[in-house]
């Protein structure tokens, strides 16, 4: 009853996540006792299986700091100067999880009018007012709405209507006790200043208030260097080796290499270079859809591989270039051969819910990357706005004419022509709360999964697929269609 996974993705069929079903196993475990730690690369391993995509509208310093605090990792895009990223992976190695990854700062010599500004894009309203209006600069004072509620003339500066009489504490002071002081205080911010009085932390009350609604987020990912764990995307140029230093200088964990076709000299040389240049860090190659594509990257060094070629919800790669690969038979042929090398695979891309987790994780991936599912989260860079009365980001693939204007074109190798030929598209996503919670509950939706597969950790996973004895079928397009919810007039598509 049913088919080993070698039977089904070894005929000529390309098959994605959706187009397969597993069998159930035998449950004799609760799901909560589900282990799902996986090694992301050779030498850096995750609580949870889930990396963040270095793309533009997804990684940036709030993300990676948030996909640490869950137990994954996130990869700081590269779509900006190599100072810039370097910046963003220092800012979010020196954060601790609870404390707000990026306060908004203000000089004294902003306008009313600026706040306004920022609830209109930002949602809120609260900021510090500091000598040069930025972090690691002397606090002078808070602005919070119920003090500009009902100044009229909104060129009026900040300083004329900030609060100086402050509640702070001490650089370093523990989250615990910081929580503790704020609620105390009754006001809506606790900057925590060092001994020179500049601001080194923020804590937030709206934060702390809904943050004890969501589950407890147990251990960060931590690096050696006793830091949050934070990646970092780069690409194959020579420029791209300048990059890197700065990355390693700033701390970066691990790198990504960024390429819609891995399989290179580009990123070969790119490969021995980084290891060799940088030992300690681990180097992930890719995109790799085959295990003959793989197979160049691992014999050039790489500690993981990045799997999936035209998967990703905003790829037109496959369209436009007529390569790539079903995602499922990707995963499944690139993680057969890698695994059995010690080489872990990422799934990458066209996860879009938590049964696409179990399968990438069944089939082979040691953990998986997200991009849209992870956009339109409050940690993804960028504003909500409203459209059609729903709230929206911004979501854009890094081959999109839009990105590669910024600089993204060297995700397509070598090319000097000037002609940009857009390999993805741009669009919205819808508001999906914080990090803090999606990844949590989809994470208990995955362990339920392996439950129902019987299989308690992904390692079992691992050896469970190699023996045939997970086994699945390929669904037909009505049984994907009685998969889903049906024959509803109308239905509230929550799923936590
Ligand atoms: P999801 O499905 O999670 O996919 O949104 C994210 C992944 O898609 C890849 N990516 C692209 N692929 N054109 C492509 O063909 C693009 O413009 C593009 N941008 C991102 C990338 O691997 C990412 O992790």
Redesign the pocket.
């Known amino acids: 009853d049913g088919w080993a996974a070698a039977d089904i993705f070894g005929r000529e069929f390309s098959y994605t996540y959706d187009d397969i079903i597993m069998h159930p196993g035998y449950i004799d475990f609760p799901a909560d006792v589900v282990d799902l730690s996986s090694q992301l690369s050779k030498n850096i391993t995750l609580r949870t299986p889930c990396v963040s995509?270095?793309?533009d509208t997804?990684t940036e310093t709030s993300m990676a700091v948030a996909m640490a605090a869950v137990g994954g990792i996130g990869f700081v895009h590269y779509n900006n100067s190599a100072e810039e990223q370097a910046n963003m992976v220092k800012n979010a190695k020196s954060q601790r999880v609870g404390f707000v990854s990026e306060p908004v700062c203000l000089r004294p010599s902003a306008t009313v009018s600026e706040i306004d500004s920022l609830k209109a894009r930002k949602g809120f309203s609260s900021v510090l007012i500091t000598e040069d209006g930025t972090l690691n600069s002397k606090l002078l004072g808070i602005v919070t709405s119920r003090d500009i509620d009902f100044v009229s003339d909104r060129k009026t500066e900040v300083a004329e209507v900030m609060t100086t009489d402050l509640v702070t504490a001490t650089a370093g002071t523990s989250f615990e006790d910081a929580s503790a002081v704020l609620i105390k205080s009754k006001k809506s911010l606790l900057p925590l200043v060092d001994d020179n009085g500049e601001v080194v932390e923020l804590l937030c009350r709206t934060d702390l208030k809904r943050r004890s609604t969501y589950p407890k987020l147990g251990a960060p990912s931590l690096g050696k260097d006793g830091k949050l764990l934070v990646g970092a995307a780069v690409g194959t140029r020579e420029s791209d080796r300048q990059r890197l230093g700065l990355l390693v200088e700033a701390g970066v964990n691990v790198v990504i290499l960024?390429s819609?076709q891995g399989n290179s000299i580009y990123q070969k040389e790119m490969i021995s270079y980084a290891k060799k240049a940088h030992p300690d860090i681990d180097v992930i190659g890719?995109?790799v859809a085959s295990s003959h594509q793989a197979r160049n990257l691992i014999e050039v060094g790489v500690d993981g591989l990045?799997v999936?070629?035209?998967?990703?919800?905003?790829?037109?790669?496959?369209e436009?270039c007529a390569v790539?690969r079903g995602q499922a038979t990707a995963v499944y042929q690139t993680a057969r051969m890698a695994n059995v090398v010690g080489i872990p695979v990422i799934a990458?891309?066209?996860?879009?819910n938590s049964g696409h987790i179990v399968k990438a994780l069944t089939l082979g991936a040691s953990t998986v990357?997200?991009?849209?599912?992870?956009?339109g989260t409050e940690e993804a860079p960028g504003d909500y706005f409203y459209q059609d009365g729903r709230r929206l980001k911004a979501?854009?693939?890094?081959?999109?004419l839009e990105?590669q204007a910024k600089g993204?074109d060297t995700?397509y190798l070598g090319d000097k022509s000037q002609m940009r030929i857009?390999?993805?598209?741009s669009g919205t996503v819808a508001d999906k709360g914080s990090v803090l919670r999606l990844v949590p509950f989809t994470m208990h939706a995955v362990k339920q999964g392996f439950q129902d597969l019987g299989l308690q950790s992904i390692s079992a996973a691992r050896g469970a697929l190699s023996c045939g004895n997970i086994t699945m079928e390929v669904r037909t397009g009505a049984a994907q269609i009685e998969g889903g919810v049906h024959g509803l007039v109308s239905y509230e598509k929550k799923r936590f």
């Open positions: 995509s270095p793309m997804v960024d819609a890719g995109n990045r999936g070629m035209g998967s990703g919800s905003i790829c037109t790669t496959q436009v790539g990458d891309g066209g996860i879009s990357m997200m991009g849209s599912f992870l956009a979501y854009r693939g890094m081959g999109s990105a993204s995700r857009a390999q993805g598209v």
